[in-house]
């Protein structure tokens, strides 16, 4: 098979009960499907993306981990929705370009989850507000651990 996706989706817990759970279980899913080495990465930008959620958007929060691999490319897509009517990534990217913009007051942790995806953005839909970023990793299809994740559903 070709493609192999794995997913995890939880409701985030609300800020005063701390993110530290949530960090964990990000850590514990990729160390599950053998990916361990995003996790510090992961965790910035799923920190980062929940950090905005809970700080502009609106409740229930919820956290989505796909990971992704076709033609030996794989990558960890991060999704973190709410019910807000969202922001203008656009508009963030246009404060970047901009020498003052290093020292306005946002945007800023976008910059960190633009440094560490392949490609981010958002979607707005009936019920909200869906940020994504894609972590990139090129897998050998020859490898062993290629080899042993052909033909897995989910893991």
Known sequence: MDAVERSYVS???????????VRGDVR???????RSELAEDAVLVVSELLGNA??????????SLALHERA???????????????FDTEVIRARWTRPSAALSG?????????????????????RGHTVWADLPRRV????????????????
């Open 106 to 126: 946002g945007g800023r942790g976008l910059l960190l989850v633009e440094a560490l995806s392949r490609a981010w953005g958002d979607r707005h839909h009936r």
């Open 72 to 86: 030996g490319h794989q990558w960890l897509m991060i999704q973190v929705s709410d019910t807000s009517p969202g």
């Open 54 to 63: 809970f700080g502009h958007g609106a409740g229930p929060v919820r956290l």
């Open 28 to 34: 514990g899913q990729l160390a599950r499907w053998g």
């Open 140 to 155: 050998s299809s020859g490898s062993p651990r290629g080899l042993l994740r052909q033909g897995r559903a989910s893991g």
């Open 11 to 21: 409701f985030a817990p609300a800020p005063e009960s701390g993110l530290c759970s």
